[in-house]
Nanobody, 124 residues
Framework: QVQLVESGGGLVQAGDSLRLSCAAS????????MGWFRQVPGKEREFVAA????????YYADSVKGRFTISRVNVLLAMYLQMNSLKPEDTAVYLC????WGSGDDFESGYDYWGQGTQVTVSS
């Protein structure tokens, strides 16, 4: 089992950058694939980025590709999301998640553990 806590959100202007962190507890962190999702009230939760157990594979939603970078440091039990060139449409609660991924390495599903989220607000 793993517990996840996000941090690093805030209020920024369009074009600014933010770095989100996800701190994990539990020695099994390196056993989990990880992901970032975001949610806006009234809308479905949206996949943002995912990273494999050893960090060798990363995946991004088309809407953030080229602007966001996901990374992890297993020895620190941490995952990060570097967000550059932020846009107002990036405004959301960002959540980190851990799991085995879905069938066929479906990195948009198969997450068993979720954090509480951190708010990111981008003003125009």
């Amino acid at each position: 089992q793993v517990q996840l806590v996000e941090s690093g959100g805030g209020l920024v202007q369009a074009g600014d950058s933010l770095r989100l962190s996800c701190a994990a507890s539990g020695r099994t962190f390196r056993a989990y694939n990880m992901g970032w999702f975001r949610q806006v009230p009234g809308k479905e939760r949206e996949f943002v980025a995912a990273i494999s157990r050893d960090g060798s594979r990363t995946y991004y939603a088309d809407s953030v590709k080229g602007r966001f970078t996901i990374s992890r440091v297993n020895v620190l039990l941490a995952m990060y999301l570097q967000m550059n060139s932020l846009k107002p449409e990036d405004t959301a609660v960002y959540l980190c998640a851990a799991g085995s991924w879905g069938s066929g390495d479906d990195f948009e599903s198969g997450y068993d553990y979720w954090g509480q989220g951190t708010q990111v607000t981008v003003s125009s």
